[in-house]
């Protein structure tokens, strides 16, 4: 009986660990960026980052519990719609925790995500997938090593089946 008592405490107290949340935070924050980046800045809701030379920004919203990492990557005028497509379809296969998205004809590399659930790991790990999405845009579009395979047909040979699949109607 002694034996079974003692082994559902230390059962409750090992599965106890799993059951804490996170709360990350925005001291918290910065306090992991502050790790791997070169420099950081700090304003209102926001951080200014440099990371293996590019700038990024964090901003965070404790009350929405909403945060998330940025980096600007190109203006749209700059870039054809080929590589625009190319970055659609990296959302589903390539960039994986971020993506890629267009605002105030930027495109930038994104990871958004509740803020209190958020591990230091998953902040490290957005750090260099927002980072890695950035510097293969117009080549790989990857943000890791990992890419779900899927369709990859390339965009003239979808367009002739949509326009085909149009026709029959």
């Known amino acids: 009986m002694q034996k079974t008592i003692l082994l559902s405490i230390l059962t409750l107290f090992f599965f106890a660990q799993f059951l804490v949340a996170q709360e990350m935070n925005p001291t918290k924050l910065e306090q992991l960026i502050t790790q791997v980046a070169d420099t950081v800045e700090a304003n209102g809701n926001s951080l200014r980052f440099v990371y293996k030379e590019a700038f990024l920004i964090c901003v965070y919203d404790e009350n929405a519990n909403r945060m998330r990492i940025i980096t600007p990557i190109v203006e749209r005028e700059k870039i054809d ?68 395979p899927g369709n990859t047909k390339k965009r003239d040979e979808i367009g002739a089946k949509k326009l085909i699949e149009k026709n029959k109607i």
């Open 81 to 148: 719609e080929e590589q625009l497509l190319n970055a659609l379809v990296a959302n589903f296969h390539s960039a994986l925790d971020v993506k890629y998205a267009l605002s105030d004809e930027v495109i930038w590399s994104v990871f958004i995500h509740p803020l209190k659930e958020l591990t230091e790991h998953q902040v490290l790990d957005a750090i260099d997938q927002v980072y890695a999405a950035s510097v293969t845009f117009g080549t790989t579009y990857s943000s890791t090593s990992l890419v779900f």
